[in-house]
Structure formats: C-alpha cells, structure tokens
Nanobody, 115 residues
Framework: QAQFVESGGGVVQPGGSLRLSCAVSRFAFGNYDMAWYRQALGKERELVARISNFGISANYADSVKGRFTISRDNHNSALYLQMNNLKPDDTAVYYC????????WGQGTQVAVSL
C-alpha cells in the first residue's frame, strides 16, 4: 500500500510562488505515473498535473498550464510541484497520488493565495 506525505504549502500573495513536495513510500516508485491533485473548499478534487513514470512527459490542467511545473526524483521517491504566479483560485488542499489515483490519500498540504 502506498503512502504519501505532502509538504510545502503556505499563505502567499497573488503572484507569489510555492514549491510543494511529496515523499512517497511505494515499492518501485519509478514504475508509476504520478500526479498532483487539489480540492478547494466545497468543490470536488481535481487533477492538477501528471507526470509519467520516468518523468519524460507531463500534462497540466488548463487552469495551471504555464504556471505550474511537476517533476519527480525516482531515486528518492519524491514528487514536486513548482507553482508560480499563484492566483486566489489556486487556494486549495493539494495532494499527491498515483495516476490513476489509489484509494490511499495523504493529509495534503494547504495552499492559500490572498492579499
């Protein structure tokens, strides 16, 4: 069973940046496509960005394209999300998981974008 521990969230002003990290406990991490998801208050969880198992390809939700960059370190079983030019609509709890997602979610990390 995979385990995910997200970190790096915080409160930033619009236009600011954050880098999220996810430590993954998963045998053969490099065999799995991974993704970042987010859930805003009162909304369903949505996929933000996905990355292939060796990091060769990545895809993004239209709402974050050009602002967010997903990356991974297979040697250290880690996943990252660099978020630039943050907007208030990016406020949410961010989670990492496989793609497609397993039933095992971490606690997430809160990102709040406000003046």
């Amino acid at each position: 069973q995979a385990q995910f521990v997200e970190s790096g969230g915080g409160v930033v002003q619009p236009g600011g940046s954050l880098r999220l990290s996810c430590a993954v406990s998963r045998f053969a991490f490099g065999n799995y496509d991974m993704a970042w998801y987010r859930q805003a208050l009162g909304k369903e969880r949505e996929l933000v960005a996905r990355i292939s198992n060796f990091g060769i390809s990545a895809n993004y939700a239209d709402s974050v394209k050009g602002r967010f960059t997903i990356s991974r370190d297979n040697h250290n079983s880690a996943l990252y999300l660099q978020m630039n030019n943050l907007k208030p609509d990016d406020t949410a709890v961010y989670y990492c998981n496989e793609d497609p997602a397993t039933p095992y979610w971490g606690q997430g990390t809160q990102v709040a974008v406000s003046l």
